[in-house]
């Protein structure tokens, strides 16, 4: 059979997900970005947040990008009638995202089975690094952790130096938030079609794992083994690596396949460096990345960037975050966006029947409860604030 949303919505935002309805229980990193995510896409997300604010923040609420798009709402969950108001939301919702341990929202009364009896179609998302499960799912940790242990950092980097950690990229967001909001989507599909809900366990290391299905290919196929800086992609090729300039910046070469080299060897000709050794010669390849970093240092960025800017050689600057800013090409396609007194990035992807649009700014901790929990259909707001269980900041 199929079924509507438990409470639908009014499509009033735009977006392809106009009409879902989420529960955040506010948390840090892959949460709120997965959060931030489905809201960007049209989701009307509301978010649950301690009054205290959330343990560990970058910045003020009011300025974390990870917080747009939704209200702000204050509950108190250790409050008489707390947890009963976060169910009555769940009641409402087509999501809930959480990324507490293991069992923690079970010792609240917010456990899946709880949440699904309240709710049989809901979609309950959880976010944690080890997964809900396995003998680390109880033990604390961070990124650089998790990519560890599911084999993704001991590849990346230099072959002389150690792990290259890529922020928090990889992981926290790579394998953690993006695969949270895939799951959901594709529980809600499930759970339309057929009006039951179950749990998404969204671990970090299982998405990283997930993740690296191409270096696993590589590696149990002997086209590179293993190590770190010894793939074709991880260093090991000079016609894929990085140069620095003459005035201390670096160009990103590219020309993996032989089309795009003969570009590069063309433009490097006409600029006055010809005869690269042969790199279809892998005793070359030394002496190929000897010569491109003597190349690439006669020059500024700019200028090399003008030399290959539009062409098929596959090279480019590597641009800092405040100037990728306003990177021309980031520029024409809106990548990044000035709202809210931020320079932000744009919703992604992009949709031609349903465009996503940045909606609202991100919301002081409790500025919305008001609001919000009416707008929900949570009737007697005005008493739940005057109790302590809802918290609006003025």
């Not at 409470?7 to 009409?19: D, N």
């Not at 570009?263 to 000897?290: H, I, M, S, V, Y």
Request: glycine share 12%; charged share 20%.
């Amino acid at each position: 059979m199929t079924i509507d949303s438990p409470t639908p919505s009014s499509p009033s935002r735009p977006g392809p997900l106009a009409g879902v309805r989420v529960v955040e229980l506010a948390g840090i990193g892959p949460g709120p970005f997965a959060a931030m995510m489905l809201a960007d896409l049209g989701a009307e997300v509301i978010r649950v947040d301690r009054p205290q604010g959330p343990g560990l923040s970058l910045a003020p609420a009011e300025r974390d990008i990870l917080g747009r798009g939704r209200p702000s709402v204050a509950i108190d969950l250790k409050a008489e009638g707390g947890i009963d108001l976060v169910l009555d939301l769940v009641a409402k919702a087509d999501i809930l995202l959480e990324g507490y341990r293991p069992g923690v929202t079970e010792r609240l009364g917010l456990g899946p089975d709880v949440c699904l009896e309240r709710n049989p179609a809901l979609v309950y998302g959880r976010m944690t690094g080890w997964g809900q499960d396995g003998p680390l799912s109880q033990s604390a940790g961070h990124d650089i952790n998790y990519i560890s242990v599911a084999g993704g950092l001991e590849s990346l980097g230099r072959r002389d130096a150690g792990p290259a950690f890529p922020q928090n990229l990889l992981g926290d967001f790579g394998g953690g938030s993006l695969y949270l909001v895939a799951g959901c989507l594709a529980a809600l599909t499930h759970a339309r079609s057929t009006g039951q809900g179950q749990v998404v366990d969204a671990a970090i290391t299982d998405g990283v794992a997930h993740l690296m299905a191409m270096a696993v290919t590589m590696q149990q196929n002997q086209v590179w083994d293993g190590r770190r800086g010894t793939s074709i992609l991880g260093g090991a090729a000079p016609f894929y690596d990085v140069y620095e300039t003459s005035d201390g910046r670096w160009m990103s070469v590219g020309g993996l396949e032989p089309q795009f080299w003969d570009a590069t060897e063309k433009l490097l000709a006409e600029a006055g460096f010809a005869d690269l050794p042969d790199r279809n010669d892998p005793t070359q390849w030394r002496a190929l990345r000897t010569r491109l970093a003597e190349v690439f240092a006669a020059r500024t960025q700019a200028e090399w960037a003008e030399i290959f800017e539009g062409t098929d050689a596959c090279i480019a600057p590597v641009v800092p975050l405040v100037e990728a800013y306003e990177h021309p090409h980031n520029v024409a396609r809106g990548t990044y966006v000035e709202r809210d007194g931020l320079t932000q990035p744009a919703p992604a992807p992009r949709f031609s029947a349903t465009p996503a649009e940045l909606t609202t700014a991100p919301s002081r901790t409790g500025a919305d409860t008001r609001a919000a929990l009416s707008a929900w259909g949570i009737d007697d707001v005005d008493g739940l604030v005057a109790r302590g269980v809802a918290v609006q900041n003025d």
